[in-house]
Each structure stands twice: as structure tokens, then as C-alpha cells.
């Protein structure tokens, strides 16, 4: 239906054929669920089990690594290595596979918090059914706690107060009424209805149910957020740009060889067999596996942290991002209300939730203190008999600032009890309640303070009442306090010997002061918000909430500085996103921090255009408004005990804790995982390009062959895997969160990288080719002990070369990479599974290995270090990283 909300309550029951005292029938539901269906928003179905397997598979190098397995086998009928290639495929394909599994079942986990249950009436009789099956017509009954299963129209309403923060991003609860309103009336101020998703806060309520599913709030927005094409992740970006580089790399290798080899009258096959070989030395057959070993770590390290990972690629997103969009009330603050400012005539108490109860020891003979604090636990609704307290949070706010002076409000409401209450209403905008004291009976009274000063012809002054005669200064001073964003509620009392008639219980108050409410920050947001600051990752605020209000926290948790100007906040009114924003506003919007008041579509373009300006955008988000920009940002992160589902079903991660404070550990995981990635590309592709380039200048100058295929393999799948799974189990540097992130289209290879790769990969084939030049023509050796001499100096070289790869900036002798004993371990597994293949007889044959003697052994010793001395040498003069 269309627009209830500019409809009589009568309009609405009339076109959906119900009955407000009865409900709908069982058989206009079942008729009703045919024609508007279930009560549910289609979630993203999971991936399939057999399109988790398919994806792995998705790779370049995988798909390199089948064709050469064919080939092999094909060419060569050579089965032993056609396995071993296999193999590299199947352990990288099964990593993948467990580790994305893993992360689906986590959020299996978490859907099943989002179902509830609903009550309404229906064939004349209160039923609690299953919210997938309420329909248009059906008559809900909501009270305190509920959450709301369906938009609906509210018939009659109790001090109905609704929390709409995960649709409106509004953080106080809005109170609710049954008028009629305006046809353009816009979605927040739409106070005659009820919507799918919030909760209810205060009060009761009867609806009626007019849409349902897809047709909500929550379904459109939801909608609106699964059109959304999600963005790659840099990683995958990056990884891919990799990818069709060594697939060009190897194209080149093999096209080189055969041309070479046709040019030589070579045999065909020879040719064919030499170029897979190539081809298989050229591809850094570690790669996918130690890059999915790494993430896969990253991403259990963090689950134990509370850190949900859904997709692996996105733990090296976390590392890229510069930008984080967040939303205010619950993220950065508490979503909890707390006194922070009391104004009396002629005293003012503030910061009162940052302080202890010492601080009020020299005014505690203040009358006007004694009298609000009466107030406070005797005009409020709270329900103090429950395990945990009940009611709205402005109420909760004020039994809790009494209770942090050690005063028991239970005592108070014992001793004082209530004789006639004046509930809130929107139009009088108060409530007030008449006890029976000691001295008679005294009125209590809270409300907004233009409600309550009008009804107040005196103020309590030096103990005593005396004429109010400054209420404009008053006033004044209560917009002060709205100014700094803080919700002000006004206080007044009068005292009877005798009962009052009810209509005389409002008249001649005297007014006692205000009080001003703050959701407040997080106590260690302000710290993590620092540490952002410090690792050149920029905070932003996007909330529905006041623009004084967002002011005030970002101030508070360091965002903004106090003298912020005007230009680091913008309110979504003066976002034209309806035609192309233009440059100044461009700018503007990129310099801001702050912005107040934005719609869902908003947040949407606002991370668009952070994108589209090569940004790595992360979006907080724990409420249906966020559900599209957390699908288009490049990390959605949402929260998993007080998000929605559906804010977790388009997240990339879920905080199981709720903790803003979460996300610094797996930025600084990111970051120290792309770092470690770079090592140990830089590490596979030098090592390879020695192989490469010393097979080939081995042929070319017509000495013995270094390498033969399957030592190829053995060194990818030993001496090169180990070191470089190693290199990915590091801490990462101790500067790694006060360094820059790195550009969102920066490659994985820069051109320093690739200059590294080279000098690092032709120290080593200097030394490969060297000791094979030294073995045949000075020693005259056989092929046999050339070839094993070289086979063991590459073996070697290569696991040294893993020191090559610290930063130049560190010293050789104290860096990260010295320090982390997987490297060690990784060097003294590879030495002996080396050595140890000598005594297996099958894989020694295989593999070519003869025996060598002692000054064999040395000359080894002594080339394979001279590759480490002289890339070290160019390390040192800055031709390197």
C-alpha cells in the first residue's frame, strides 16, 4: 500500500479487509502469503560448496601449472613430475577451498540471530507467530523490546517510543503518535509509522501490517544495495595484474626456446620438453599456495580476535585501505545515553560523566541538586526490578547518574510513592508524576524546556524559590547546550501539604534546572582514531544523527580538532549528488571528515567518489542505511552482535565484539601480509629467474645441463615454498602502523621490485653458472657431478637469498626477517629434506643425485655465499629495495 501514513487508520483497515479487535483470518493469511509472499528479504544465497572449488581454481598460474602438468606427461611421459606439479595445484586449491568454507559457516552462524518472532491477533485471539509469515492486514502488538517484523500503520500507541538508528541512523528514539500526516512527509519524520528492523524502545503499540518483505523500508534498501557490481579487491587486482605478467614472462621462455632450437636443427620433442621445463621454472609454482597460506593465517589470527573474515582476499584490503567511513552512534559512541552537563541557577556541573562521586562533595547541600535527583528516579518509567533495567535511555541515563552517587533508587521509589502519573505525549512534549513525601505530596515534572519553563513562575535559588525573571537567559543557556549537541531536558517540582486536583498538578511549578544527555564516545576510539591518524588512514563520519551532535563526538574522539572550521563537516543538504558534483564541491567533500544528516544514498555515493579518486575505502556499518555502501566499499565491516543481518550479509567482515577498536589489528595484519607477500614474490621470482636464466645461458654457452626438469621442480616445491611460507608467517616491521598505506593501484612488483628480482636472481645464476663453468673446465668433472654441484649451489643460494630480502633501509643484522626463527626453521627443514633424499633411492634417482666429495662440498659452500656477498653488495649501494 501506498502512503498509509497520509491515510485515517480507518482508510487503511478498510483496504486491507481487517478488523482492528480481530485481526485477519487464518485463510486471508494463507491467501495473502500467495499474493505478497513470505515476510522475508531475500538474503544472498551462500556460495555453493562446488562454486567455492571452481573459484580456486580461477588462476592464471593454476591454470599455467595444468597445461604444463599436461605437457609433461604428454612429452615427456614423464608421470613423477606431472604428479608433483599436480599436487602444487591440489594444496593450493584445498587451502583456498577450507579457508573460504570456514568463512561462510561463520556467518551461518551469525544469520541465525536475525529471526524473531512476533505477536499479533488474528480470528480474534493474541497469537505469537514466526515473523516470515505476518502479511498485510495482520494487527501487531508491539511492547518493549520487540523488534519491529514489518512496516506498519500504528492504530493506537502507548508512549510508543522507537529506536530507528539502523534505518534513519537518527540515534534518540523517536516517539510516536496515530495523526495523519502530509503525503510528503519524508521517511524520519514519518511518526505514525513503524518499520522492519528497529526496536521498540518505550511503550506499547498496536499496528496494522501494510508491507511486508521486499516491499519494506528495509527490503527496498536492501534492494537497492544487491545491484550494487562489488568492487575486487586491490589484492585480487593486483595479483591478476601479476598473473598476466608471468604468463607473458613465460610465453616469452618458451617461444625463445623453440625458436632457438628450430634454429639449431634441435629434435622437436627435445625442444618441446626444454620449454615446459622453462615454462615450469618460470612460474612461481609457491605462489598461489603461500599466498593463501598467508591470508589463511591472517585470517584464523584475527577470528581469534573477535574478527570474522568472510572472503580471505580481504585481509590484504584491510591493509590497503586510507580511507575509513564510519557512522557515529554505537560505532564510535557507546548507544548508551549518560548525564554529562547539570545547570542550576547559579551552578553548572559538566563533563558529569567523566567524573567521580567526589566531585559533587561541595555541592551536596544544594537543594536544587537533592530535588533532580528525587526527580529523576521518581518521574521516570524504568523498570528497576528487572535483572537489566528496562526503558527508554534518557530514563536509564538518570537512574544511572544516581546511582553513581551511591544513592539506591529502589529506596527512593519505596519511600516516595507514586500517586498519579502524566505520561509523555507529543504535544505536551512531559511527564509528571505526583508522590506522596514526608512534608505532604510533591509534583515532579521533565520535558522539553520550552513545555516545561511555561508552566513555571518560579526558580529555585540559594535553597529557596524566588520569581523566574531570566527565562530569556534561560533559554539562551539551553541553546548553548544544544549547540554542543547534547539532548537537554528541563526539571520542575512544586510542593503540597494537600492532594491537588489533576488539573492544578501542571500549574505554578518551580523550575529547577536542565540537565543535558550525551551519547558518549568510546573510551578507546580516541586512541585507535590516533593510530589511524598515524598510519595515514583518514576516519570519516557519515551519520543521520545532528550535525552539532556528530560535531561534538568527532571533537571528543579526536576526529576534529576543538577550533575545527567549518569546512571539515558538511550536512547532506548541501550534497547535490543529483547531477555531477562538481570540482569544488569534489574537493570539499574530499577534505571533510564530518558528515551529518546523509541518507543511505548518500553514504553510497560518498564512498563511490572516494573510490573513483583512487581511494581503498572501508565502511563501518551496523544498520539497514548501510547496507549499500557496505556493498560498494571496497571492506565492508559491519557488527555482529548489534548489526542487522542484513548489514552483516553484505559485509566483507564482521566485528563478533562490536569493537571499532578490532579493525587496528587487522589493518596492521593487513598491512604486515601485503609486505610479506612482496618478500616472498620478490623471493619466488629471483629465485626462478635464476633457474630460467641459468638453464638458458647453460645452453647457450654449450656447458653441462644445471638443472634438469624434475630438480626444477623439487627446488619450487622445497627449497623455494619453505622460505617463502616463512617469510609470511612474520610479525612484520615494528614502524608498520606509522607508515603510509600504499596506493590503491599500486602493483604488487614495482619497478624497484623488478629491478630487485633481477640483480637478486642474476647474483644467484652467476653463481650457478660459475661453479658449472669452474667444474668443467678447470676440475674436468663429469655431467653428472657438474650437474649435482650446480643443483645443490642453487639449493643453497636460494635459501640464502631469503636474507635479501629486508628492507635496505634496516640493518642485515637486526631486521625482522634475522629475527623470525620460521626462517631458520624453514632453512634447516629444506637443508635436510636435501640431504635427506640422498638416502631414498627412488626419489635419488629421480633426481640425478650422485655422491660428492668434501672439496666438492666446499666449492658449493663457497659460490652459493659469494650470491648472497654480492647482492648484498648491490643492496648496500641503493640498486635494490
Known sequence: MSEPFSLSIKSVVDRLNSNTNSGITESKVKERIKEYGKNEIAAKLPKKTIKILIDQCNDPIILILLVAAGLTFVFNDDLPETIAIITVVLITVIIGFIMELQGIRSLEALRQMGFTESTVLRNGKIKTVKSSVLVPGDILLMEVGDVV???????????????EASLTGESRAIYKHVNVLPRATILSDRKNMVFKGTTVEQG?????????????????????????????????KKISALSKRLIYLTLFFAILIIF?????????????????????????????????????????????????IKKMEAVETLGATNIICTDKT??????????????????????????DNVYFENIEKSKALNVIIMNSVLCNNTILNAKDMKGDSVE??????????????????????E?????????????????????????????????????????LKDNKSQVFKNKKEWTNRVNN??????????????????????????????????IGFLDPAREDVKATIKVYKEAGIKVVMMTGDHLRTAKKIAQEIGLLPQNSVSSSILHGQDLQFETEPNPTMVTNILNASVFARVTPEQKLKLVSLYQVNDNVVGMFGDGINDIPALHKADIGIAMGIRGTQAAREAADVILKNDKFTAMELAIKQGRAIFDHIRQFVVYLLSCNLAEVVSVGLAALLALPAPLLPLQILFLNLI?????????????????????????????????????????????????????????????????KIINNMAFYTLVLAQLLNVFNMAESRVSFFNNEILKNPWIWSSIVISLLITVGIYYIPPVSNALFLTNLSTEQIGWVIVFAFGSLVLSQIFKRLGFTF
Not at 548508551?336 to 556541573?349: A, D, N, S, Y
Open 330 to 355: 554505537g560505532t564510535l559512541t557507546e548507544d548508551k545515553m549518560q548525564v554529562h552537563t547539570l545547570i542550576f541557577e547559579g551552578e553548572v556541573l559538566s563533563e558529569i560523566h567523566n567524573k
Open 149 to 163: 517484523s514489518a512496516d506498519a500503520r500504528l492504530i493506537t500507541v502507548e508512549n510508543l517510543a522507537i529506536k
Open 204 to 236: 506499547s503499540a498496536k499496528a496494522i501490517v501494510v508491507a511486508t518483505g521486499k516491499n519494506t523500508q528495509l527490503g527496498k534498501i536492501q534492494e537497492m544495495g544487491s545491484t550494487i557490481e562489488e568492487e575486487r579487491t586491490p589484492l585480487e
Open 419 to 459: 500517586e498519579l502519573e502524566i505520561p509523555f505525549n507529543t504535544s505536551s512534549k512531559l511527564m509528571a508524576t505526583l508522590n506522596v513525601t514526608e512534608k505532604g505530596f510533591t509534583v515532579y515534572v521533565k520535558g522539553a524546556f520550552e513545555s516545561v519553563i511555561n508552566l513555571c513562575n518560579t526558580i
Open 719 to 783: 627449497t623455494d615454498i619453505f622460505p617463502a611460507l616463512a617469510l609470511g608467517m612474520g610479525k612484520g616491521e615494528v614502524d608498520i602502523m606509522k607508515r603510509p598505506p600504499g596506493k590503491a593501484n599500486e602493483p604488487i612488483m614495482s619497478a624497484k621490485r623488478w629491478k630487485s628480482t633481477i640483480i637478486f636472481g642474476l647474483c644467484i645464476t652467476t653463481a650457478v653458472i660459475g661453479i658449472t663453468a669452474y667444474a668443467h673446465f678447470v676440475l674436468q668433472l663429469t655431467s
Open 481 to 514: 547546550l544544544a549547540s554542543q549537541g547534547l539532548r537537554v531536558l528541563a526539571f520542575a517540582y512544586k510542593e503540597l501539604d494537600e492532594k491537588p486536583e489533576k488539573n492544578k498538578v501542571l500549574s505554578q511549578l518551580t523550575f529547577i534546572g536542565v
Open 260 to 308: 632457438t632450437g628450430y634454429l639449431r636443427d634441435l629434435d622437436m620433442r627435445l625442444i618441446i620438453e626444454t620449454a615446459v621445463a622453462l615454462a615450469v621454472a618460470a612460474i612461481p609454482e609457491g605462489l598461489p599456495v603461500i599466498a593463501t597460506m598467508a591470508l589463511a593465517r591472517g585470517m584464523m589470527k584475527l577470528s581469534k580476535r573477535n574478527v570474522i
Open 396 to 417: 536509564l541515563a538518570l537512574i544511572q547518574f544516581v546511582k553513581k552517587l551511591h544513592i539506591n533508587p529502589k529506596e527512593i521509589k519505596e519511600n516516595n510513592p
